[in-house]
């Protein structure tokens, strides 16, 4: 990510002994997103998984997350 809001997040979450989890992106560049939760509603055989969401801005302050290209 092109901000620091990661690293000040994490550093304040620290005093309570939690972190931001991240997601790693191979790419062309490798970067690093705060993970959005998700969970799978109806669960058994044949069911759609519950799919991941990766921001493409900042959460904390709407920086794009990275330039295009």
Known sequence: MKCEC????NEKL?????????TI??????DDFPTI????????RGK???VS???TFCPFCGVKCREEG
């Open 48 to 50: 759609l998984k519950a």
């Open 6 to 9: 990661i690293k000040a997040v």
């Open 53 to 55: 969401m990766i921001p």
């Open 37 to 44: 939760a998700t969970e799978q509603i109806d669960k058994g």
């Open 14 to 22: 620290a005093a309570r002994n939690t972190r931001l989890a991240l």
């Open 25 to 30: 992106t191979l790419t062309q560049q490798l």
